[in-house]
């Protein structure tokens, strides 16, 4: 077998190219500023030479003879008539020039000066400080620049100015980068430590440049496009107008011209090569491309967010993915993901052959690459021999190669149901929302998973894609199943508590199961618990000759054995459970004895049912109750059937009136307020001004508008409607937007006050000036079922909008918030020992979180949560009740 | 006792050093009757590098055998014993007549300065209820450790539903066990599931700053604009403010409260009265405004000495009923609006930064609080009537100038829980430890960003791939900067296994043969 040697890449270390190096590593001397001739052949010495590497498949490199894929590109060079300045160093040259002596080269600082400096520098080397490093150098450079006469060869230095972007001057004279270089070229090595270099890897001089790399065609490949016209990459446009007034450049000053002519030759070099480098850089015009887009060069294709770094060396194009439309599938577990079979053609796992697997892939092999059928069976796409070559299935060879197939060929089989993938769904705040799951091929388009996982990913099915990632390895689909499987990942790590849980519809159908204990026809509850994989049913009772099931029966059939438990739900309130006994939620030995299951049992983050389930039995076990919960709710609501329509808004006529007559009370209430304001009868509270003091007042009388019509709502509209069973069990909406729809929608507000702006001393022309009415100011007392009038209509939209602002602003300061403290944390691990180290093993902390408890491991935050112990451990012998 | 202390080169140190004991010659006159056993000297003036025991001072004298610290002009010989290098820093020391010394320039005869008594905090331990103790010890017989919480909830319980000591020891090994399987994996990346924790749910926070305890005027930022503020270790806060809590004796009376509050706002001039320009014949004329005096607790009598303290040359003050004239002697129009200038800004009184303060009662604790806007830690700690152990500021970077980088972690880690909390967020305060730890373990409040921690990373891959690409890149080549590829970006980038969790173990395996 193929031995593998792994490599590894310990450390990178950073340096300055020299000329030298720049002409040792090159393959060619670049001097003709073309790149194709007619005929398309790259010209030799041109910017396209093949010995810079090949772009075009066939061809072979004139260097390395390797081809497209094996050659990986070489620089070649250009000799610079004048040198220019590197513009990312124009701050270091400033700083060298000011603080060494133009004369000798030295630091004009004493030779004790310098001695005592190298002593801290040595200092800190030892306890590796880089910022300290700066400190020292930054000293040394505002120490040495202020000295005039040079202490080693006492020759007088004038001060040096830097004219932006490129310039020096010297008292008003120009200093050519000729100049420079040759001052810097005097610097001797000892100094260099002192001025920030590193005398191994950097010479002062070498950034002055005097030749020029120029990059392999593969780093600016030629595009060409559909119509057969080339086009040229930014770079090599770049190229071509450095090589051309280089020449130029050249030409002019061996012939002799003007002192004029080849200075302004020179800048124009200098503007190029510049560009070249970075085309932003301040107080220089970018570079532009004919069309006027300004040309992309090296800086800008490594920085920001589509740079380099961040978009191809952070993250980076991988294979074996996919990426649909989800949509919702209540039948499959929590732990499986619903894969199209067209996707899942797609999608390999490569195998080995063994002896464990050799029938199994032979048969696959056999499927051929599949084609579209009822029921789905995994193919093969490719096979690779031993040696490496590859062999395509098709539908013709699939036999002959099944049976040609050997112990150590690789086949690339298939995604089959159960293999491990990784599904995930941007953005990615947070480790759930990239899960490992089990495969269910099933047909149509989508991606599918179970409602209860929404949560953790944040989707929705308005329409969200989710991508999956088809896992290769067995170390890596091993670590997936063990550490980022659904189920493993039902508490979060944030707060302690599960995340997943029943949702919308699965909630109402169980409240609907459990509240008052229904009686449910033998048939229909046989329909219901067929849904879940039951052993037995529970005993029916019989009244008037007739079979009947209890629902908190039915539901008690999804609790595993021996759970005992005790907790209040969402129904407090005695108005809408006139026994006051649905409010608590009492199971004992298993068995639902009271209560109406709602989201305080088995909603997400809070379902105290769940959690219970969760930390007793497990993770294998929360799942399995969790599936079977999602599928019995299916299987209740589908019996019940269950709708919200406008109609359930409906109130009575004496309703309406009781809420059109707290809308106009209030409206009343308010003028009241404002005349009393108006006649200086309000007194101020304190740390207000007066006008705030009616503002909160009025406020107020407003809002108290909102509650009053929410309790007339909920006194007339019961649990016979389908609106308020949602609210009341906590599947969706609450109480307040029902009365918002049945009753008055209340006050639009911006930035928490009334809305008070538009025109002068009015927020419409439909008001009078100067009217701080309730109306006048955005107070709603229509309801969304009547119907707004236009002014109401238009504040509503006026709030509305700043919600929408508020979003958009926030997800992008949030996001950029939590960039910034993902790459200031990113480092940290918990050593051996329980500290937490960073990169260079500072101690950050000496036991994580004070007590080293993990937080999706602890109790809602806490480590041991006593009083569940030792009612679990001793029943109620102790404490009993709470 | 007094110490002598001068200042050297690094050169002549190490000399002395390599010599000692020798007489080392000085080229300043020491006063003979203080006696000095001891000496320090520093190459920087900042900070000392060496002490030295010295035997004996006397006049120069040329002798053999000894150091000069120059070649003429000597004055005074000193017998140095032993020398030995430390560190100490000079503003341990103040000079001997008492005024304190941030350099030394030449030479200085000093003191140490009485040190601020530090009292170690009381152990723990000591504040523990006996039950909780001896529950401690019996975890720790069996080599176990809990956490002091969890030993006190164990006490509690035993003593409220009277459990019995053998269902007690049950517990116990149950609860150790427990809490060991609670612990956090080795080569757990808990920084990333702690950015996480707390950057997820910044996406359901509110941008809006609310209003502060019903009081207008008194906006305090929260939601997600405070959080980005406190990770950002800002200078000041957008909304700084205080809350001060009242001592003992004062906590119950409301005009102690209220006068308390008035004296702290920083009153200016111009809060209190109207100030006029007259160039023509150069005087301001400062009209007072009784009523707004009255509001602020102010008395005529108080504000004119403070007037006098104003640097104006020359000027003359005259007062009649409610107004003060300011004359200049010389009068001049650029002169005369200098003053106009500084007068409008004149504090009168209270406390720098404390734009106002409200008095509150607290039904819960019975005691009357005050809120302020704007914030001067330093100064409230100092007045009488102030329970500073409660006291506490919304302004991390005080707090840390003020009290310390310790106090300023608690700040962060109490700051960021109560902003989520507000906006009924749950989130485990472990996370937000960590974050203020790291935010805080250098010394300093470090921001979380390029200008803080990002921008100090180690690996120039690291930086480079945050933000600022080319400068790190460049900057790199210059001083040949190595990359050790510890890190998690490093690793990704170069294409390897990071360095957290799984990828931080090698796994070997030897086929059985």
């Known amino acids: ?882 | 006792m007094t110490t002598l202390a001068w200042k050297d080169t690094l050169k002549k140190v190490k000399e002395i050093i390599d010599k000692a004991p020798i007489g080392y010659c000085l080229d300043y006159e020491i006063p003979a009757e203080k006696s000095m056993k001891e000496a320090l000297i520093t190459v920087t003036g900042k900070t000392f590098v060496a002490k030295a025991k010295i035997s004996k001072i006397t006049p120069y004298k040329n002798e053999k055998n000894i150091l000069k610290k120059k070649k003429d002009k000597l004055k005074t010989l000193v017998m140095i014993e032993k020398i030995e290098e430390i560190q100490d820093d000079i503003v341990n020391y103040e000079e001997v007549n008492g005024e304190s010394i941030d350099k030394i320039l030449s030479f200085a005869i000093l003191t140490r300065k009485e040190e601020a008594k530090i009292e170690l905090r009381e152990p723990m331990e000591g504040k523990l209820s006996g039950e909780v103790k001896s529950v401690l010890r019996q975890v720790e017989k069996e080599g176990n450790s809990l956490p002091i919480k969890i030993a006190e909830q164990l006490a509690n319980a035993k003593k409220q539903y009277n459990i019995g000591e053998k269902d007690f020891d049950k517990l116990l090994k149950v609860t150790v066990e427990k809490y060991k399987e609670t612990e956090v994996d080795p080569f757990e990346a808990v920084g990333i599931v702690g950015a996480q924790s707390i950057g997820e749910p910044g996406t359901q926070m509110t941008m809006r700053t609310f209003h502060f305890a019903g009081v207008a005027e008194m906006d305090v930022t929260l939601g997600l604009p405070r959080l980005i503020e406190i990770v950002d270790a800002r200078k000041t806060p957008s909304t700084p403010s205080m809350t001060i809590y009242l001592s003992e004796k004062a906590k119950g009376d409301e005009d102690r409260a209220v006068g308390l509050a008035r004296s702290i706002e920083a009153t200016t001039l111009l809060d209190i009265a109207d100030i006029e320009v007259n160039t023509t014949e150069g005087f301001v004329l400062i009209m007072l405004d009784k009523q707004k005096m009255q509001e602020r607790g102010l008395k005529r009598e108080e504000i004119l000495p403070k007037l006098k303290k104003i640097r104006m040359q020359k000027t003359t003050i005259t007062e009649e009923e409610n107004e003060i004239k300011l004359s200049l002697d010389e009068p001049s129009f650029k002169k005369i609006y200098q003053l106009y200038e500084s007068l409008k800004t004149f504090q009168v009184k209270g406390l720098d930064g404390i734009r106002r303060a409200i008095v509150k009662f607290d039904q819960k604790a019975k005691e009357w609080v005050l809120y302020t806007q704007g914030s001067n830690l330093a100064g409230v700690l100092e007045l009488k009537d102030v329970d500073f152990a409660r006291t506490k500021t919304n302004d991390i970077i005080e707090i840390s100038q003020v009290l310390g980088v310790e106090a300023a972690r608690e700040a962060i880690i109490e700051e960021s829980t109560s902003t989520l909390h507000n906006a009924g967020l749950n989130t485990d305060i472990r996370h937000l430890m960590l974050v203020a730890d790291m935010m805080t373990f250098s010394g300093t409040v470090e921001a979380i960003g390029r200008h803080g921690i990002s921008g100090k990373k180690a690996s120039v891959l690291a930086r480079a791939a945050f933000e600022i690409t080319s400068k790190h890149l460049l900057n790199a080549g210059l001083i040949g900067e190595v990359d050790r590829l510890n890190g998690v970006a490093e690793n990704i980038i170069v294409g390897q296994p990071i360095t957290l969790g799984t990828g931080a173990v090698k796994l070997a395996y030897r086929r059985e043969e």
Not at chain 1, 73 to 97: C, D, N, T, W
Not at chain 1, 197 to 218: G, Q, S
Not at chain 1, 232 to 242: A, G, I, W
Not at chain 1, 294 to 312: H, I, Y
């Open chain 1, 1 to 882: 077998m193929k031995v593998e040697i792994s490599k590894g890449i310990e450390e990178l270390k950073f340096a300055l190219l020299s000329p030298e190096e720049i002409r040792r590593m090159s393959s060619v001397k670049v001097i003709t500023p073309d790149t194709y001739d007619d005929d398309g052949y790259p010209i030799e010495k041109g910017l396209m030479d093949p010995s810079m590497g090949v772009i075009e498949p066939g061809l072979k490199c004139k260097t390395c003879g390797g081809k497209v894929d094996q050659c990986p590109g070489h620089f070649g060079h250009i000799e610079l008539a004048m040198p220019v300045v590197h513009i990312g160093f124009i701050k270091e040259i400033y700083s060298i020039l000011s603080s060494t002596c133009s004369n000798c080269g030295r630091i004009k600082l004493p030779e004790e000066k310098l001695k005592e400096y190298f002593l801290r520098i040595q200092d800190t080397n030892n306890r590796l400080s880089d910022i300290e490093y700066d400190d020292i150098v930054s000293e040394v450079e505002s120490d040495a620049s202020e000295v005039v006469i040079c202490p080693h060869c006492h020759f007088e230095n004038q001060k040096v100015a830097l004219d932006k972007p490129t310039t020096f001057r010297e008292e008003g004279k120009k200093l050519t980068p000729k100049e420079i270089r040759e001052r810097f070229e005097k610097i001797q090595k000892d100094d260099l430590p002192l001025i920030g270099l590193d005398p191994k890897v950097a010479r002062p001089e070498w950034m002055i440049l005097t030749v020029f790399p120029v990059p392999p065609v593969n780093v600016r490949p030629t595009i060409t496009l559909e119509t057969g016209e080339r086009s040229e990459d930014d770079l090599t446009h770049k190229l071509v107008d450095v090589i051309r007034i280089n020449q130029r450049l050249r030409e002019n000053r061996d012939q002799g011209s003007p002192q004029l002519i080849i200075e302004d030759l020179w800048d124009l070099l200098q503007y190029h090569v510049t560009t070249y480098f970075d085309n932003q850089t301040p107080g220089t015009p970018p570079a532009r491309h004919r069309s006027g887009r300004s040309l992309k060069t090296l800086v800008q294709r490594l920085k920001g967010k589509e740079g380099r770094f961040r978009s191809n060396l952070s993250g980076k194009r991988v294979n074996f993915s996919a990426r649909t439309v989800i949509s919702p599938e209540p039948f499959l577990s929590i732990n499986q993901v619903g894969v199209p079979a067209k996707a899942a053609r797609e999608l390999t796992v490569t195998e080995t052959v063994t002896q464990h697997n050799f029938e199994k892939l032979k048969e696959l092999i056999k499927n051929g690459p599949g084609k579209e059928e009822e029921v789905y069976r995994p193919g093969v796409n490719y096979v690779y021999r031993a040696d490496g070559s590859r062999i395509k299935i098709s539908d013709k060879n699939a036999s002959e190669v099944a049976e040609k197939m050997e112990l150590g060929w690789q086949v690339e089989r298939q995604l089959e149901d159960g293999d491990i993938v990784l599904f995930n769904r941007q953005p990615s705040l947070h480790r759930m929302s990239m899960m490992a799951h089990e495969v269910k091929v099933l047909p149509y388009r989508t991606f599918r998973f179970n409602l209860a996982v929404c949560a953790p990913y944040n989707a929705d099915f308005d329409g969200d894609e989710m991508n999956l990632h088809v896992l290769q390895s067995q170390e890596a689909r091993a670590e997936a199943e063990i550490l980022m499987k659904v189920q493993e990942n039902f508490l979060s790590p944030r707060f302690g508590g599960p995340i997943m849980g029943a949702i919308h519809d699965h909630i109402t159908a169980l409240f609907l199961l459990t509240y008052r204990n229904p009686l449910i026809p033998l048939e229909a509850g046989l329909h219901i618990m067929s849904y879940v994989n039951v052993s037995h049913t529970p005993e029916p009772v019989e009244i008037d000759g007739k079979k009947y099931f209890r629902g908190r029966d039915i539901f008690s059939l999804i609790l595993p054995e021996g759970v005992n438990l005790e907790f209040r739900g969402k129904l407090g309130d005695k108005s809408l459970d006139p026994n006051g006994t649905e409010g608590t939620i009492r199971i004992e030995d298993s068995k639902l004895v009271n209560g109406a299951i709602d989201e305080n049992a088995i909603g997400q983050s809070k379902g105290a049912l769940l959690d219970y389930v969760l930390r007793k039995y497990g993770n294998a076990e929360g799942a399995k109750f969790l599936d079977n919960l999602t599928r019995l709710a299916a299987g209740a609501i589908s019996y019940t059937g269950f709708s919200t329509g406008i109609d359930d808004e409906d109130v009575p006529g004496e309703a309406k009136a009781q809420l059109r007559e707290v809308g106009n009370e209030s409206v009343q209430k308010v003028e009241k307020l404002i005349e009393n304001y108006k006649a200086g009868l309000i007194g101020m509270e304190p740390g207000k001004t007066l006008e705030d003091t009616l503002e909160s007042m009025v406020m107020k009388v407003l809002s108290q508008a909102r509650e009053k019509s929410s309790e007339i709502a909920s006194h007339y509209l019961g649990m016979d409607n389908s609106t308020v069973i949602m609210a009341r069990s906590g599947a969706r909406a609450n109480m307040m937007n029902l009365a918002q729809m049945a009753g008055i929608i209340g006050q639009q507000s911006i930035r928490g006050q009334r809305q008070h702006r538009g025109y002068t001393n009015r927020t419409l022309p439909h008001f009078e000036k100067g009217d701080i009415g309730a109306y006048a100011r955005g107070f709603v007392s229509s309801s969304y079922k009547e119907g707004l009038n236009p002014t109401e209509y238009f504040f509503h939209a006026t709030g509305g909008r700043e919600g929408l602002v508020d979003i958009a602003v926030r997800t992008s300061r949030s996001g950029y918030m939590q960039r910034r403290l993902i790459n200031a944390l990113e480092d940290l691990k918990v050593s051996e020992d329980g500290r937490v180290l960073d990169t260079e093993n500072s101690v950050i902390q000496l036991e994580y979180g004070e007590d080293g408890t993990d937080p999706s491991r602890s109790f809602e935050g806490e480590s041991v949560n006593v009083n569940y112990l030792i009612k679990e451990m001793f029943g109620n012998k102790y404490g009993g009740k709470k």
